[in-house]
Nanobody, 118 residues
Framework: QLAESGGGLVQPGGSLRLSCLVS????????MGWYRQAPEKQRELVAV??????DYDDSVKGRFTVSRDNAKNILYLQMMSLKPEDTAVYFC???????????????WGQGTQVTVSS
């Protein structure tokens, strides 16, 4: 399972740190990341991290930082200089294998609301 936390209401220019705890059987994680979905919009990629690279959507480059604690199986998203357009439900996900016999699959959290407003 994936459990996000850290969302909330913040003023423009403020900061938040989201956390995503991955629990249960984990054989190997190929990719982890954050997506977000604003009202009446499609879900969009925010940041993704693999063993080889980290990529961000252009709209968050220089403001958001994704990181991963492998020992604790926690994924973080540090968000700074937040803007009203960052308001959305943020979802954590990973692509990987839960056991050596599984096929490559995607797993999603339930999401955490981030609201940027004065």
């Amino acid at each position: 399972q994936l459990a996000e936390s850290g969302g909330g209401l913040v003023q423009p220019g403020g900061s938040l740190r989201l956390s995503c705890l991955v629990s249960g059987n984990i054989f190997r994680i190929y990719r982890m990341g954050w997506y977000r979905q604003a009202p009446e919009k499609q879900r969009e990629l925010v940041a993704v991290i693999t063993t080889a690279s980290i990529d961000y959507d252009d709209s968050v480059k220089g403001r958001f930082t994704v990181s991963r604690d492998n020992a604790k199986n926690i994924l973080y998203l540090q968000m700074m200089s937040l803007k009203p357009e960052d308001t959305a439900v943020y979802f954590c996900y990973y692509k990987g294998w839960r056991t050596s016999l599984d096929s490559l699959s995607e797993y999603w959290g339930q999401g955490t609301q981030v609201t940027v407003s004065s």
